[in-house]
């Protein structure tokens, strides 16, 4: 066997050679960083995604405790719903916030009511309708002096009136910053802060921060009442319930305007958001012909589910949701033209004999609602 060594090696490749293949070259190169290029945005993309995923988790987490509260409250007084807060054989809105917000005692543009749910004011509103465990800090500032049950700062505090004070509480921290004590406002004066419970013996608080309960998350109720005949000839009645939960409501009267809407039999002759009779391009009626004039409104078509919007420029988004006023029955958006003002909903939707009639209706889009849930029905005697 020959042996081979380096000088050998080099007598048979010349340097130039050699040399060629001592790096890469600039396509190599250039191959290498599309490569990496793809790898890193797609990469990239994952993190905004899934900001976006979390927020909505969020929500709809807080979405499902509102929609609990809502129940609780319901079952805990079923005088949300008497009938001298919602009459009988008729639609309404059980809106506190709203009510005391800026919104007042009818919704929007119609003579549908919308109640208080017995609240008083708009403090006891937003406990009842709103999410309690959100707060938001509105002064932070250190201790001057104390007793067991007030606390003066170097701040005059003066956000809250008489009121609304039991929208405030007080959080006192220790020294440490590891003991907090928390206590809800029983008044203001100055720049003093009072309390009932007295603070824990030995407990010395050096920070004082005054917290505010948010509305961010908040909820409304669409009732729909009847009144259920009885041998006994009383005022028994059963009520339908939604609750709808929004994020960031803006209670403005301009977002909650109802606009006139096209029912589908005036929607392109009843054809739908596919401009065909029952679903496009399929034979429904298995008559051998497709899309003829028999397979009209046919089950899960979309004929029943277009309506179309003939005025004002109303909040549309691909998954919110939209209300019809005859019923009070919220349809979620599953599609829309906004050149043609066409829009698809989930599902056939369902309104009044004389508004059918009549072949136009109303409908609300409001802004920020994360979900909507079916609390399914109540009854009662009043």
Partial sequence: MKSCDIHSLRRSFPATAMAARA????????????????????????????????????QLTHA????????????????????????????????????????GGTLTGTTIPRTNGGTG???????????????????????????????????????????????????????????????????????????????????????????????KYSYILTVRKLSIPTVLGDTSWE????????????????????????LPSLVKNGLGFDNANGVSGVDDDANGSTDDASELGW?????????????????????????ETSMLKWYRIVNFNSSTGMVLLDRDIRVTSATASAGTSSAIFMKGIVDVFPLGSRTGQQ
């Fill in 121 to 215: 004011n708009l403090a006891y509103a937003r406990q009842l309708a709103g999410l309690p465990d959100s707060w938001k800090e509105v002064i932070d500032d250190k201790v001057a002096s104390f007793t067991a049950t007030s606390a003066t700062v170097p701040t005059a505090f003066s956000g809250a009136a008489p009121s609304s004070i039991v929208n405030y509480r007080a959080v006192l921290v220790d020294a440490t910053g590891k003991l907090a004590v928390i206590r809800t406002i029983t008044g203001v004066a100055g720049t003093t802060v009072s309390w009932a419970s007295p603070l824990p013996s030995g407990f010395t608080p050096a920070r004082l921060r005054l917290e505010v309960q948010e509305t």
């Fill in 23 to 58: 790096g890469v070259t600039l396509s190599e190169v250039l191959v290498s960083m599309l490569l990496m290029s793809i790898g890193v945005v797609s990469l990239a993309t994952l993190f905004p995604i899934s900001v976006l995923r979390t927020a909505q988790a969020t």
């Fill in 64 to 103: 499902v405790f509102l929609r609990n509260n809502a129940e609780a409250a319901i079952e805990a007084n079923l005088g949300l719903l008497s009938n001298a807060q919602i009459g009988l054989n008729t639609v309404a809105v059980v809106d506190p916030i709203g009510f005391y917000d800026g919104l």
């Fill in 239 to 262: 009520a339908e319930i939604d609750v709808a939960v929004f994020f960031g409501r803006s209670n403005k009267p301009a977002d909650e305007t109802p606009v006139a809407i096209n």
């Fill in 299 to 323: 089950p899960g078509s979309d004929d029943n589910r277009t309506i179309q919007v003939t005025s004002g420029t109303p909040f549309l988004k691909k998954g919110s949701y939209m209300l």
